[in-house]
């Protein structure tokens, strides 16, 4: 069944004006049927529309359910933006059908991209949501000044820069990572963190990892790290490794 | 520092017209300079141009380095390329930056796209190779038929087809996956496998998995799969799981 998003459709029972478009216009969707809407919020309701308009679908709520969160730990990804942004938008896609629960586009000194257009992102975001049956959306911060995401509080998770100099002990994410633990995980710019972006990384408490021994894009560090963890995550739970 | 591509350098001492274009024309590099070339047979040769031409540069090889597999286990992935064409070029991209030994496309019953440009292909794979430093090339088959490519002898390698129904037990490739092991990965069209095609891979040997708890799509299904396995391998290795 095709999904619709309406972030406060239990309070509004009435789809927005792209969703209705959507429903109405598109897939000529009329009073009566049955859709299935999605709050991004983890709620997802089965309605019966009452009004079909292309603009304010008006609906009634038959029932609703909490979707259960498919993976383990919450996971953060935040990643300076590249230059090519097409790169970005393909990896806020994957990252949402695989699962993530935070992303942060990071403003670092030698970012080649300082901006980033926050109602496209969400839009892909949603489709992604959509897409891959879920009800829920990734909290996005659109852009966050480096050193200013650094001194948040993570509380207990594991918080990893993806960094590699002689400077810092070469450790590998797949070895520091504590199964089951919250993580976040930081990925550079094209032109890579300065010298005082990793000390003040180091300083608030994240490890400087690699993630094997390729050299990897921007976008493919960030999805493949996000799927370590998720692997690890999953395979230590199977098999019950503790 | 920029590689070259010829897969024959050590041969014929001469890069190919695209890449003695770059050299010569966009990089403007003369005669003298030190260049680096791979042939995508896992070699690496450090040359010096001898003879600048824009179609036809001449080197003389200086040393070489039979580049290390930086991955474990022979890996291939077979998949149904998807309508949209560029869903597949990334997929090639990231699997040749994470590594991938072999790349096959198939044509089911239900694709959706059942040719593809070869030369377009090859492109692609040089073009990641070069940028993730490395040396090898992936073995490219083209479309190869489902049940020709079932009926092949992979030897020790466990296979694997993203497919689930309640016809066949729900298995967990990351429950299922033996790490070290050689593997075989089948991700199928947008329009899933039909019966006859899971009938047939399972008389041949593989085994139904999923991968997680989430829909993926099919390019994501694949590079998802592909770093699972890695995963599992990197990191039974730094902690010596056996």
């Known amino acids: 069944m095709i999904r619709f998003y309406a972030p406060d459709i239990d309070k509004t029972l009435t789809l927005p004006e792209s969703d209705s478009g959507h429903c109405c ?3 000529r969707m009329t009073t009566g049927d049955i859709i299935e809407v999605v709050d991004g919020k983890g709620n997802s309701f089965q309605c019966r529309i009452t009004d079909a308009h292309h603009k304010h679908t008006k609906v ?22 590249t230059k090519n942004i097409d790169r970005m938008e393909w990896l806020l896609e994957k990252a949402v059908e695989i699962g993530i629960d935070r992303i942060v586009f990071l403003k670092c000194e030698r970012s080649e991209r300082k901006d980033i ?18 009800a829920s959306l990734p909290e996005f911060d659109g852009m966050v000044d480096f050193n200013k995401f650094l001194s948040e509080d993570f509380g207990t998770s594991q918080k990893f820069i ?32 300065s010298p005082n972006e990793i000390k003040n990384a180091v300083d608030n408490g994240f490890k400087c990892v690699t993630f094997g021994n390729t050299r990897l894009r921007t976008e493919t ?9 998720h692997s690890i995550n999953e395979y230590t739970e199977l098999h019950k490794i503790k």
């Open 162 to 193: 993806g960094y590699c100099s002689s400077e810092y002990p070469k450790l590998q994410l797949l070895k520091e990572y504590n199964p089951g633990t919250d993580a976040v995980i930081v990925i550079g710019p094209e032109g890579d963190f």
């Open 25 to 27: 216009r598109v897939l």
């Open 117 to 134: 257009k926050n109602e496209r992102i969400l839009k892909i975001l949603v489709s992604a949501m959509k897409q891959s049956m879920k």
């Open 60 to 81: 009634d709520i038959i029932s609703n359910s909490v979707e259960a969160k498919h993976w383990i730990g919450r996971l953060t990804l935040a990643v300076a933006p």
């Open 221 to 229: 560090a960030a999805l493949y790290s996000l799927t370590n963890i």
